[in-house]
């Protein structure tokens, strides 16, 4: 067929005479399909089941003799912080590990660094003037919720397929001291897929910050969420803080919300021997210890990185199919239209899709009224305003394969509809 582009008059309007015919079809089915988080689907979860059992009236303690039904242990246990030390990239006495939520621990360390600062030596936050945060978009809407919340300004940096544009990023951070930092999804970065290269990583521990306590704000959600056997290597951003002489710059969260249970996991905060006593030095202050059972319970599920990597191979069994069938709708019905370009993620949890400019918003709205819902366009950047309105997430964990084709289908006959109406 070629591109839309290419199309008379009379074969534009007959195309979209189809388009239309098909979408009303599709509505009249009253599908409900909700693509707008990226939730593990239940096949996945069923996969940690064990975690629920694997500890019982004779484990309860850990390998320090502590009683894990009783108050303490602000850091976690030792075994845990062992085994999800290695799966962050840090020492033993570099971690925290804490709740079901890394998103609560990004919060709170946002919020601690507006009342207190974010170490002993530089003035809270929320004393000065204005806090700004750089913003690599498209990015992840929670992390900029945050912001937007706590009434950091938020400045869009441009990605591209090594990570976020580190002329700009270097740039910003070299010449204004309000910039206090910067949120990195490093490994399939929510939602483009891209891994950050080497180079990338480097530059951002090395770089000049006018601000004394500029930090990374580093994400790593996805390290074992891999949909290949042949990763690409992400290197290990605090070993690279530390060799260029910035040890303190980069804090790291994590969980295994994605890896056991999305409501029941463990949230994982990394970072220098300092970062972490200033950390638990306000914790002390906010709770008196965290679910140290859970913590055991995933200790003895796991036992160890081995036991991890096998176990997300599994998840990657289950979901692999589903990234697949979004690829091979969306080439089928789009791929040489000219209105549609989309990520080819190798693990992570999304599809990053963009439309021509102008279109994203029309797209989803119709894909929500056909009964199909998508992360809102614009979502995506801060203060949810795509200045091309053209980045649409796809999240294809959480439905079945079934709803998956026809949702993929719903969303290139909006896409369509939409250029066609732009085109006039």
């Known amino acids: 067929?070629?591109?839309?582009?290419?199309?008379?008059?009379?074969?534009?309007?007959?195309?979209?005479?189809?388009?239309?015919?098909?979408?009303?079809?599709?509505?009249?089915?009253?599908?409900?399909?909700?693509?707008?988080?990226?939730?593990?689907?239940?096949?996945?979860?069923?996969?940690?089941?064990?975690?629920?059992?694997?500890?019982?009236?004779?484990?309860?303690?850990?390998?320090?003799?502590?009683?894990?039904?009783?108050?303490?242990?602000?850091?976690?246990?030792?075994?845990?912080?062992?085994?999800?030390?290695?799966?962050?990239?840090?020492?033993?006495?570099?971690?925290?590990?804490?709740?079901?939520?890394?998103?609560?621990?990004?919060?709170?360390?946002?919020?601690?660094?507006?009342?207190?600062?974010?170490?002993?030596?530089?003035?809270?936050?929320?004393?000065?003037?204005?806090?700004?945060?750089?913003?690599?978009?498209?990015?992840?809407?929670?992390?900029?919720?945050?912001?937007?919340?706590?009434?950091?300004?938020?400045?869009?940096?441009?990605?591209?397929?090594?990570?976020?544009?580190?002329?700009?990023?270097?740039?910003?951070?070299?010449?204004?001291?309000?910039?206090?930092?910067?949120?990195?999804?490093?490994?399939?970065?929510?939602?483009?897929?891209?891994?950050?290269?080497?180079?990338?990583?480097?530059?951002?521990?090395?770089?000049?910050?006018?601000?004394?306590?500029?930090?990374?704000?580093?994400?790593?959600?996805?390290?074992?969420?891999?949909?290949?056997?042949?990763?690409?290597?992400l290197r290990n951003i605090l070993e690279a803080c530390k060799s260029t002489g910035n040890p303190d710059r980069v804090l790291l969260f994590g969980s295994t919300s994605k890896v056991s249970f999305a409501g029941a996991g463990l949230a994982l905060m990394g970072g220098s021997r300092k970062n972490i006593e200033f950390t638990v030095k306000h914790l002390f202050y906010q709770t008196i210890g965290p679910d140290k059972l859970n913590q055991l319970r995933h200790v003895l599920f796991f036992k160890d990185m081995a036991g991890i990597e096998a176990h997300m191979k599994k998840h990657a069994a289950i979901i692999k199919p589903k990234f697949e069938a979004v690829d091979e709708i969306l080439a089928r019905e789009l791929g040489e239209k000219g209105v549609a370009e989309w990520s080819h993620p190798q693990g992570g949890y999304f599809i990053s899709l963009d439309t021509p400019d102008g279109c994203a918003t029309q797209a989803v709205r119709m894909a929500a009224e056909a009964g199909v819902k998508f992360t809102d366009a614009g979502a995506t950047f801060p203060y949810k305003k795509d200045p091309r309105d053209r980045n649409i997430r796809i999240a294809p964990t959480f439905p079945s394969l079934g709803e998956i084709r026809l949702a993929m289908e719903v969303l290139a006959v909006c896409i369509q509809l939409a250029s066609l109406e732009k085109q006039g």
Not at 96 to 106: C, D, E, H, K, P
Not at 108 to 135: I, N, T
Not at 204 to 231: C, E, G, Q, S
């Open 1 to 233: 067929m070629g591109t839309l582009r290419d199309l008379s008059g009379q074969e534009l309007r007959a195309y979209r005479a189809e388009l239309s015919s098909r979408y009303e079809k599709i509505k009249a089915g009253k599908p409900n399909i909700d693509m707008t988080r990226g939730k593990p689907c239940p096949e996945q979860l069923d996969l940690s089941l064990g975690i629920l059992t694997v500890a019982d009236a004779g484990h309860y303690r850990a390998v320090d003799g502590t009683d894990c039904r009783n108050y303490g242990g602000l850091e976690g246990l030792p075994e845990a912080r062992r085994l999800f030390g290695e799966y962050l990239g840090v020492g033993p006495d570099e971690i925290i590990i804490a709740g079901n939520a890394s998103l609560t621990l990004m919060h709170d360390v946002l919020m601690r660094a507006m009342l207190f600062g974010v170490s002993e030596s530089e003035p809270a936050w929320g004393r000065l003037s204005e806090v700004k945060f750089l913003a690599p978009s498209p990015g992840y809407d929670r992390h900029f919720a945050i912001c937007e919340h706590l009434g950091i300004r938020m400045i869009p940096i441009d990605m591209d397929e090594n990570g976020p544009d580190m002329d700009a990023v270097e740039r910003l951070a070299a010449e204004d001291a309000g910039v206090k930092g910067i949120w990195c999804v490093p490994r399939y970065s929510n939602p483009t897929g891209v891994t950050y290269s080497g180079e990338v990583v480097e530059r951002l521990a090395a770089m000049p910050a006018r601000a004394a306590d500029f930090r990374i704000f580093w994400d790593d959600t996805y390290t074992v969420h891999h949909l290949t056997d042949h990763p690409k290597p």
